[in-house]
Antibody, heavy 121, light 106 residues
Framework: EVQLLDSGGGLVQPGGSLRLSCSAS????????MSWVRQAPGKGLEWVSV????????YYADSMRGRFTISRDNSKNTLYLEMNSLSAEDTALYSC??????????????WGQGTPVTVSS | ERVMTQSPATLSVSPGERATLSCRAS??????LAWYQQKPGQAPRLLIY???TRATGIPARFGGSGSGTEFTLTISSLQSEDFAIYHC?????????FGGGTRVEI
């Protein structure tokens, strides 16, 4: 059974940093691209970033590029999101999501339950 | 960036009725379009990919159609468990983008 467990969220001050983790099990982690997707309160889904199975290729949403860094440790079956220079607009539930096929752009067949990030002074 | 626009924002239907949800792309996305269902407090579930292919385990009452800039998700006969928010997503061009969602309610 595929499981994705998000963690690392919390309350952070504007300008602060946070590192999110997503622990994966139930599939061959290194074979699939993984993304982070966020959902602000009362808003729709917003894709944040993706990383290829090998970790060599990454893409970011424009508003996150330069502030967020996605990475993975395939030996630990874990996905990460390092977030810097956070602002109130980054307040959201952050979820990891597994690409369902072999392409980095594939849609997502499994999602974590999310970890909440609140940016406030 | 491909902007995805879903309509209507809210769709009120009765169980057993047919529901038709729309998703429009600002530029062509070919058939690189997925639909997700999200219930309160739950993660999204992949329903449709490649515009019209049902994901594993998705009932036949869910159907997707369209290409280019106009897409439709049809639920042929609404069941009580289908009341949820539905999101479309394009994966034709970076950045990946989602629509704002359609809430299907009684």
């Amino acid at each position: 059974e595929v499981q994705l467990l998000d963690s690392g969220g919390g309350l952070v001050q504007p300008g602060g940093s946070l590192r999110l983790s997503c622990s994966a099990s139930g599939f061959t982690f290194s074979s699939y691209a993984m993304s982070w997707v966020r959902q602000a309160p009362g808003k729709g889904l917003e894709w944040v970033s993706v990383i290829s199975g090998s970790g060599t290729t990454t893409y970011y949403a424009d508003s996150m590029r330069g502030r967020f860094t996605i990475s993975r440790d395939n030996s630990k079956n874990t996905l990460y999101l390092e977030m810097n220079s956070l602002s109130a607009e980054d307040t959201a539930l952050y979820s990891c999501a597994k690409g369902f096929g072999g392409n980095i752009w594939d849609p997502f067949d499994f999602w974590g339950q999310g970890t909440p990030v609140t940016v406030s002074s | 960036e491909r902007v995805m626009t879903q309509s209507p924002a809210t769709l009120s239907v009765s169980p057993g009725e047919r529901a038709t949800l729309s998703c429009r792309a600002s530029q062509s996305v070919g058939t690189n379009l997925a639909w997700y269902q999200q219930k309160p407090g739950q993660a999204p579930r992949l329903l449709i990919y490649d515009a019209s292919t049902r994901a594993t385990g998705i009932p036949a009452r869910f159907g997707g159609s369209g290409s280019g800039t106009e897409f439709t998700l049809t639920i042929s006969s609404l069941q009580s468990e289908d009341f949820a928010i539905y999101h479309c997503q394009q994966y034709n061009m970076w950045p990946l983008t989602f629509g704002g969602g359609t809430r299907v309610e009684i």
